[in-house]
């Protein structure tokens, strides 16, 4: 069965740091694409950043700030968000495209991880 779970979410202050961890079962993440993607309340599902195993890419809103990186060993993805701001408080999504294609798109993607909370306050 094909599963992904994120981990690492919480509460953190404005400026602080949070590293999220997308962890797959069921397959390999060797050659599979995995994208990141928030969804704030009354928002659409929005794509952070993603990554193949040629490329990376981020949103223009947390370029600079958060880092996707992959641990083919762990068969984990991880995000790092570093200066967090309180628009960045969102429930955080990992999701995965198993032709190894990797965007910013919410369509080009099959599994989806149940999500892990973020949420950026003093």
């Known amino acids: 069965q094909l599963q992904l779970v994120e981990s690492g979410g919480g509460l953190v202050q404005p400026g602080g740091s949070l590293r999220l961890s997308c962890a797959a079962s069921?397959?390999?993440?060797?050659?599979?694409?995995i994208g990141w993607f928030r969804q704030a309340p009354g928002k659409e599902r929005e794509g952070v950043s993603c990554?193949?195993?040629?490329?990376?890419d981020y949103a223009h809103s947390v370029k600079g700030r958060f880092t996707i990186s992959r641990d083919n060993a762990k068969n984990t993805v991880y995000l790092q968000m570093n200066s967090l701001k309180p628009e960045d408080t969102a429930i955080y999504y990992c999701?995965?495209?198993?032709?190894?294609?990797?965007?910013?798109?919410?369509?080009?993607?099959?599994?989806w991880g149940q999500g892990t909370q973020v949420t950026v306050s003093s």
């Open positions: 999701a995965a495209d198993l032709t190894g294609w990797a965007t910013l798109e919410r369509k080009d993607y099959f599994y």
């Open positions: 069921g397959f390999t993440l060797d050659y599979v694409g």
């Open positions: 990554i193949s195993s040629r490329d990376t």
